[in-house]
């Protein structure tokens, strides 16, 4: 086993790292943070299935397709509920909508359950970047909002918003760069596990964080 496939493995498995935390700090959390401590379990699963089929060599998109939806249903939700401002909550709700959708009509009938369903995730990672800007944004107007890096939406928001754009070049462009040299290509997937990896340890960072009262 190869570097890059050793450093794979690890940074997938990271998002044992902030489901741990999630788990012990579970009775404390809001609503949206419980709704990523959610997300962050059945991702732990779906991952720990997705390295084991890697180990072995077997076929997993199959597992990753049908999944997607949870990513791109869970954290649009997260951020429903956090909106205070309708129209952001309007624009989020729509955005569920689309990206389901999307995520039916491909896997059922386009690139379908056993081709890596770059639609979805193009659709998907493109609203995710739309929806957390808009976060930034309505944070901004909060004027009594004096310690920002104690708001676990902020971190949140932080890491989804590098990811995301991350993620629309990797894998949004996947049928690209699929059949680029295998060194290149192997250094494309290490940029993603990076991502992986800054995702998860800003998830940790996020649940650590103590909110500010509101008054």
Known sequence: MGFYSIFAYVTTLSVIIPTLLAFFKLKSLDTSLRLLSLYLIITTVKELVCVYYSYNQWYNIHIYNPLRIV???????????AFTNKKFKNITKYAIVLITSVYLVNLLFIQ???????????VGRISLIIITLLYFFELLQ???TTSLYREPMLWISTGLLFYSVGSF??????????NFPADLSKKIWAINSILNLFLNLIYSIAFLCKPQSQK
């Open 169 to 178: 070049l990797i894998h949004g462009l996947y049928d690209l760069h699929s």
């Open 112 to 122: 379908g359950l056993n081709k890596f369903n770059t639609y979805t995730i193009i």
């Open 71 to 81: 990513e791109f249903f869970i954290m649009p939700l997260i951020y429903y509920k």
């Open 142 to 144: 909060k004027v009594e």
